[in-house]
């Protein structure tokens, strides 16, 4: 699309939308010029789905969910509609009440099977009529052993990037935005919650009602259901999670109101009302999934200290960066996460000061170095925008779209200073706001507003579209991670720890501190340190997973850490340590050790999960 037209087509948004600001509902913005989506099948150039009414029952003793999705469409004189299907029975569909006649096409093995079907000219509402099987990807079925209180079952959902066509046919592409309301049943004991306006309390029939009244990408669309409970932190902000959980999970995120309004100070009124958390059980896959109004968090990030919630920052971000102005395709995936990690450290910096925030910034760039090094083969995979042809989104989901992605911004930043640069980015998101953009748009969004209007020249094509890290990057130092340093080296050099150094030590130098082990460190040096620190037993997940990468990179066996390692990785389903992990037993020559582990663990673990780790310890299920 050429910039004018883009222009055109924003001004026209901006105007839709200022129409609108009176009423209670948004709309989704009308628009027939998507691109090209080579993850769905659907058209929507020619016929595109509005609004959703989800009418389910959540069936635990099947493990399935069974109901009616029934659409609002915009229609352009299409014969037919083609949805989103992986592994679903589709048992009835009508167009407009009648039944109408639908087939679904060839299995692709990334993208499932399109729905097509039967439409005419003035079709208004379809319905189908359908049930998830036992292969659907989205869903996690736990049983009472596998959660916090251990008495009910847990389900919840992981949509991004294209699962919510595994448990709702639908058309799955980040471009095209719905508003939708549900009604979902489930056993009375427990309570179910959705990326919409959610209950607080559980009703006595097991039957919810939900809204969501702004337009969001299908990839939001998610669903979690146990025996949970709700603790308000705020007016706007609280806490969801199982009874044993609650109270530290509240105390853990007692800072949210003021991220809110940190968040909202730097880039404009948070759009979404409510911003809640949901404590999952610890097989979520991510550390957290931003969910509109309801951000789904893994409990590893309870560490008791609040010294984790930088990710609960990151989440609420996405409320900015990915939920109002989305990634068009996947390929853009890191218009979603660098402007997210870029905002998340901001939100830390104004809460918390700028020597956390340049810790938390300088572990982005050390882990995009260790993305770089893996990539060194490949680097074509380094690019920020990305060309996911034949291959699954996910595979694009790694350190590169976030950390390059921030480096990028934080570079752009420090050339035209912060003040103009946080203008921009405020106009950006107010501009594109429950849009979609392409890299290729935000180029055009850049150029025009912020380095033709200030004379900056910038090598913007370098970064975006070539490998590696050009040389203008920003240099990130932390007086606090040298200070890290230095105690690591005396101790090398001297063999002795002085503990008192490390008493107001945060989370972050610790994992500083570990992770910067010589290759030469000995599993004695190891030992002495776990024998001061225990650090095999280490409470805070963080400082536990890069421990245990180093007790496995250096064959250090001591103080029970082999006993830790399993049962971390058989209780934890986080892919980022679970992953971690398994990579360093690979990369050390110890896959048999990995598999052994492996065998246990991968029935607690996400789809998401199992794939990553099926692939990289060439498992076959
Ligand atoms: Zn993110």
């Keep these: 699309m050429k910039f004018t037209t883009l222009l055109s087509k924003l001004s026209l948004l901006v105007l839709v939308l200022c129409l609108s600001c009176n009423s209670e509902k948004k709309e989704a913005p009308s628009t027939k010029n998507y691109v090209k989506e080579i993850h769905s099948f659907a058209n929507p150039n020619e016929s595109v789905i509005k609004h959703l009414d989800l009418n389910i029952n959540v069936d635990f003793d099947s493990e399935t969910i069974n109901g009616i999705a029934t659409y609002d469409i915009e229609n352009t004189n299409a014969k037919e509609i083609i949805l989103d299907t992986k592994f679903l029975e589709i048992d009835q569909v009508t167009a407009d009440g009648a039944t109408t006649e639908f087939s679904l096409g060839e299995f692709n093995e990334q993208l499932g099977q399109p729905l097509h079907i039967k439409i005419s000219n003035d079709t208004k509402q379809i319905a189908v009529t359908y049930k998830t099987t036992n292969k659907t990807e989205a869903l996690q079925w736990l049983n009472a052993q596998q959660t916090a209180d251990k008495d009910h079952p847990f389900l919840f959902t992981q949509g991004q990037a294209i699962l919510t066509r595994t448990w709702i046919p639908i058309q799955d592409s980040p471009q095209i935005r719905i508003t939708y309301d549900a009604t979902v049943k489930v056993p009375s004991e427990l309570m179910a919650v959705m990326s919409a306006k959610n209950p607080t309390q559980k009703t006595t029939d097991g039957r919810y009602s939900f809204k969501m009244e702004q337009p969001i990408p299908p990839y939001l669309m998610a669903l979690a259901v146990g025996d949970i409970v709700y603790k308000p932190i705020s007016e706007r902000t609280g806490v969801y999670a199982e009874k044993t959980l609650i109270d530290k999970a509240h105390y853990e995120f007692g800072d949210m109101e003021k991220m809110v309004v940190a968040a909202e100070q730097l880039y404009g009124d948070y759009d979404w009302d409510q911003f809640d958390v949901i404590v999952l059980p610890p097989s979520f896959p991510f550390g957290g999934m931003e969910n509109p109004r309801l951000t789904f968090a893994t409990p590893t990030i309870i560490a008791g200290d609040r010294s984790l919630t930088s990710l609960i920052a990151h989440e609420l971000a996405h409320s900015w960066s990915g939920n109002l102005v989305t990634n068009a395709t996947w390929n853009d995936f890191w218009l ?286």
């Design 336 to 621: 979603n996460e660098g402007f997210t990690v870029y905002f998340e450290i901001r939100i830390m910096e104004a809460l918390y000061g700028k020597d956390r925030a340049n810790m938390i910034a300088l572990i982005s760039r050390q882990d995009l170095d260790e993305e770089l090094e893996g990539f060194e083969n490949e680097p074509e995979a380094t690019k920020l925008k990305l060309d996911l042809e034949g291959k699954n989104p996910d595979d694009g989901m790694n350190s590169i779209a976030y950390d390059k992605g921030y480096l990028f911004l934080r570079t752009l930043e420090e050339t035209v200073g912060r003040d103009t640069f946080d203008a921009f980015l405020k106009s950006y998101f107010e501009t594109n706001a429950f849009s979609t953009v392409t890299t290729e748009q935000f180029v055009a969004y850049l150029k025009s507003n912020l380095l033709e209007p200030n004379a900056v020249t910038f090598n913007l094509d370098e970064w975006i579209y070539q490998p590696g890290v050009p040389s203008n990057q920003a240099i990130i130092t932390s007086d606090k991670f040298t200070n890290a340093e230095n105690t690591l080296k005396t101790f090398l050099e001297s063999d002795t720890i002085d503990t008192s150094l490390t008493t107001d030590w945060t989370t972050l130098e610790w994992v500083h501190f570990i992770r910067n082990f010589p290759e030469t460190m000995t599993s004695e040096a190891m030992a002495k340190l776990d024998k001061a620190f225990d650090l095999s037993h280490a409470t805070n997940s963080h400082i536990a997973m890069v421990w245990f990468e180093q007790a496995i990179n250096h064959d250090y066996h001591g103080n029970g850490v082999d006993e830790t390692i399993e049962s971390f990785l058989t209780t934890v389903g986080r892919r980022w340590y679970v992953n971690t992990l398994f990579k360093a037993f690979k990369r050390n020559d110890r896959v048999a050790d990995a598999l052994a582990i492996y065998k246990k663990s991968r029935q607690n673990y996400h789809s998401v999960t199992a794939n990553t780790i099926d692939e990289l310890l060439d498992y076959k299920p």
